[in-house]
């Protein structure tokens, strides 16, 4: 199945390597953010069915964006991205039902984390 992504990162080059990943695995990218906010807000507006998602961004930690998402639609599908710290993210990801791929992944890794993002959600209400 194909998904609409949503790609928020600060990175350029790592931003483009997520959407070659994701294209080459069949996905559409509809939007892309290089900060929380900008992700908070494209997210509302272009109603991806998932988002991949940096934990460091310039204006708020990954995982408060996540937090303020779930607050609004406790659907949302994420997968988390980080180059650092990937223990305690690790961690708060699972705790949150978002997949997790570690900098440097490959297309595999990341197509085992959107895989658990779109199974974790919880079920439609």
């Known amino acids: 199945m194909a998904y ?7 990175s350029p080059v790592t931003r483009i390597m997520i959407r070659e990943m994701l294209e080459t695995l069949g996905h559409q990218v509809v939007g892309e953010a290089d900060s929380g906010r900008g992700g908070i807000d494209a997210f509302r507006s272009l109603k ?3 988002l991949t ?4 961004l310039p204006d708020m930690d990954g995982l408060q964006v996540l937090r303020e998402l779930r607050l609004k639609n406790p659907l949302v599908r994420v997968v988390m991205v980080t180059g650092n710290d990937q223990k305690k993210v690790l961690e708060q990801a ?3 039902k978002a997949g997790f791929v570690a900098k440097p992944f490959s297309v595999q890794d990341l197509a085992n984390a959107l895989a658990l ?3 974790a959600a919880p079920p439609h209400p």
């Open 117 to 119: 993002a779109m199974g």
């Open 48 to 50: 991806p069915d998932l």
């Open 53 to 56: 998602l940096d934990v460091s």
């Open 4 to 10: 609409k992504v949503l790609i928020v990162d600060d």
């Open 94 to 96: 699972k705790a949150m």
